[in-house]
């Protein structure tokens, strides 16, 4: 997630449990398919979309491109239902988010290499912080207990000004540094983050840090959320065309 969103690392589960963990998760999906007649029309459609992005996915890991414009075509739909006119200034937006989908590549898609695992995203609104977690072999309600294998990325966020982020947008037509995006308040629905470190680490064990540049930056507009999901546009520049979509459950904890 280093790319876009971001992520940390712990201790190896065994490799007995792995069939006994996905017979329990079979189970509970097939709870939430039979729970699904008991919603409301919206959520219904995000139930039962969540639980299709889970099945067939592989949290977009495993789609072809071909295919993606019929999940994103879901996914704007589930953004049009969003209620929030400043969704990022909304209190839910705190604690802790597990990335189901994205069409955004290694290591934002919770893959490091050739090993799957999860990306996890969690928010400290007071602090103004945030930290992009990706484990690999864990376990628990959110598959990030007992891992062992982590990358945390560490970052800050800000309310964004409007800015575009990228400065060579002049040879593009695009004005330069200063050019702005054409909304009365950015702010309310994206953040401009800014990330600071990423470390790698073994078995609990921090093996390597690496800082970024200053000025590294990217931007998130959040364009749904409600108490339990939340769907995140992350970009480059902020003009909307570079962004990698992520739709993303509440975590546990």
Request: glycine fraction near 10%.
């Amino acid at each position: 997630m280093a790319g876009y969103m971001g992520w940390k690392v712990h201790s190896l589960s065994s490799l007995r449990d792995i069939p006994s963990r996905t017979a329990e998760k079979r189970k509970a999906m097939t709870s939430q398919a039979n729970n699904l007649t008991s919603l409301s029309s919206p959520q219904k459609t995000l139930a039962s979309f969540s639980l299709s992005i889970r099945a067939n996915t592989d949290r977009g890991r495993s789609m072809r491109d071909s295919d993606r414009p019929a999940i994103h075509s879901l996914l704007s739909d589930l953004e049009s239902l969003c209620a929030l006119s400043a969704p990022a200034r909304d209190a839910r937006m705190e604690g802790p988010w597990i990335v189901l989908y994205t069409d955004a590549p290694p290591p934002s898609n919770g893959q490091l290499g050739f090993l799957k695992g999860i990306a996890k995203q969690v928010i400290d609104l007071n602090e103004g912080t945030y930290r992009n977690e990706l484990y690999v072999g864990g376990d628990g309600a959110d598959e990030d207990e007992n891992a062992w294998l982590s990358a945390i990325l560490d970052a800050t966020w800000c309310e964004w000004d409007g800015v575009y982020l990228d400065g060579d947008s002049a040879e593009d037509g695009g004005g330069g540094n200063d050019a702005v995006a054409e909304e009365k308040d950015p702010g309310a629905t994206t953040w401009k983050v800014d990330f600071e470190s990423i470390t790698l680490s073994v078995f609990g064990v921090s093996i390597f840090t690496q800082r970024f540049e200053a000025g590294t930056s990217r931007t998130w507009r959040m364009s749904y959320l409600d108490d339990d999901t939340r769907i995140v546009r992350a970009g480059k520049t902020g003009r909307g065309e570079d962004d990698w979509i992520f739709y993303m459950r509440r975590g546990v904890g």
